[in-house]
């Protein structure tokens, strides 16, 4: 029997934050009962620091610059689109040729709409449509709960089927207002007030407003706000865990959680490389707080519980899918690996592999590349690189700029460079005429 499959995503979701990764907080409960009898990632990635690429890579098992999901802010103002290119293989159209069910219950509206290319094979695409709903999801996070309320009432439905159902919930993304924990803790009305007008100062428009100062007290409090924001998305996923348990379903869903890139909290200081880089928020670097993420696969009779410290991508979780379904892809635009030997511990070791991150939102592009024990960055424009020994220094603190640079992982990431901007030109080709609205949804976001 087929089985359901729950791909269930926090967007912007640190992986430190997490209790099976180390976080000793008890943010994540459910998340962490679900790893516990299932295959945890330790070492997995997303292929740039935003959603776009993140969830793009997810569901095409490409780069961001071969679907086109990609901004290329340059000097001459070069924009590109951010549209999924339609040739790109989809999960959810091969999900379709195998009569799956399929629905979307989504958070983020600015940057995963049916609009941008993500609607794909999807029966229901359930996403809000205006600015109302838009404020609702990020101010008072109220929609949220309708939408877990939506995909309870579709699983409850489409129980005697097979069904592949999204969630991406737009916790703990900012603003950072955990409406759900307002009088759970102290966080009494002039508290709310208070949050809400930081947030707005402190986050939404900080990269734009050099000026704004943080200090260590505003620091500390964004960052308790986040937790809370954590705390919520492992409450709503624990939600549908339980819904799934009442409907005896559990058994026989396949439940992949991960999120689609992390956030970052001043790690690499304040003010590095200009306006746009004020070492908060993401999608303006490559370093492992932003590009590292949660990814736990679940399904007790057919994998084996456990930790991995493979290397592992978002890239791989469209083949993994397909592969646990009977389907060996040969598919060569298919970037990612397969997963399921991993799953089932039948792979002891990794042969060698390197990554790649690109597709920044703010500031110029950078691009990384990473092999597990050594990490590159490439400033493009200024033509900056950044070597990082992760064996001896896991945090990269410690660049070191420009020489003594590893030859093989420099000469991979030229070519995928190369190969970046050739498929780039080739993408803009396919650049529709919704870009303005899809502009002014990131816009009304925060992302531009
Ligand atoms: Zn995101």
Redesign the pocket.
């Known amino acids: 029997m087929k089985p359901n499959i729950l791909l269930f995503t926090a967007?912007?979701l640190r992986c430190d934050k997490v209790g099976v990764y180390g976080c000793s907080k008890n943010l994540t409960p459910n998340i962490d009962a679900i790893a516990q009898n299932g295959k945890v990632f330790l070492n997995a990635y997303s292929t740039g620091p935003?959603?776009g690429p993140?969830f793009g890579s997810l569901f095409t098992s490409q780069y961001p610059s071969e679907i086109g999901y990609t901004i290329k802010k340059s000097k001459n103002k070069n924009e590109q689109g951010y549209f999924i290119n339609k040739t790109a293989p989809f999960l959810t159209e091969l999900l379709k040729r195998k009569k799956y069910v399929t629905a979307c219950f989504q958070g983020?509206y600015g940057?995963c709409s049916k609009e941008t290319g993500f609607g794909r094979g999807f029966d229901i695409y359930e996403q809000s449509s205006s600015k109302k709903s838009l404020i609702q999801a990020l101010l008072l996070r109220t929609y949220s709960s309708k939408l877990i309320n939506k995909a309870k009432r579709f699983i409850k439905k489409n129980k005697n089927k097979n069904f592949f159902i999204w969630i991406n919930l737009i916790e703990p993304?900012t603003p950072y207002i955990p409406f759900k924990y307002i009088h759970k803790t102290n966080f009494f009305s002039k508290d709310l007030f208070y949050a809400i007008l930081k947030s707005n100062k402190i986050y939404l428009k900080p990269k734009r407003n050099p000026e704004i100062s943080i200090s260590d007290e505003d620091k500390q409090y964004i960052k308790y706000k986040y937790d809370l924001l954590v705390k919520t998305i492992d409450d709503y996923f624990g939600e549908i865990i339980t819904h799934l348990t009442k409907l005896g379903l559990k058994q026989n869903t396949l439940i992949i959680f991960c999120s689609?890139?992390g956030e970052e909290f001043w790690d690499h200081g304040d003010n590095r490389f200009g306006v746009y880089d004020r070492g908060v928020d993401?999608g303006h670097t490559q370093y492992n707080e932003l590009i590292k993420v949660p990814l736990i696969f679940y399904f007790p009779e057919h994998i084996k519980k456990g930790k991995s410290n493979i290397l592992a991508s978002l890239l791989d979780v469209t083949p993994t899918i397909l592969e646990l379904l009977g389907e060996k892809q040969n598919d060569k635009k298919l970037k990612g690996i397969s997963l399921l030997p991993n799953l089932k511990n039948e792979r002891k070791q990794q042969t060698k592999r390197i990554l790649f991150s690109e597709s920044v939102i703010y500031g110029t592009e950078k691009k990384a590349v990473f092999d597990g024990k050594q990490k590159l960055i490439h400033h493009i424009e200024e033509d900056i690189w950044e070597y990082y020994n992760l064996e001896t220094d896991s945090a990269e603190k410690h660049p070191i700029r420009n020489k003594n640079l590893p030859i093989e992982l420099k000469e991979a990431l030229i070519s995928f460079e190369k190969n970046s901007a050739k498929k780039s030109q080739e993408n803009e080709k396919h650049a529709s005429k919704d870009e303005e609205l899809i502009k002014k949804r990131l816009k009304s976001l925060g992302y531009l």
Do not use: Q
């Open positions: 967007d912007t935003w959603t993140g983020n940057a993304h689609d890139h993401h």
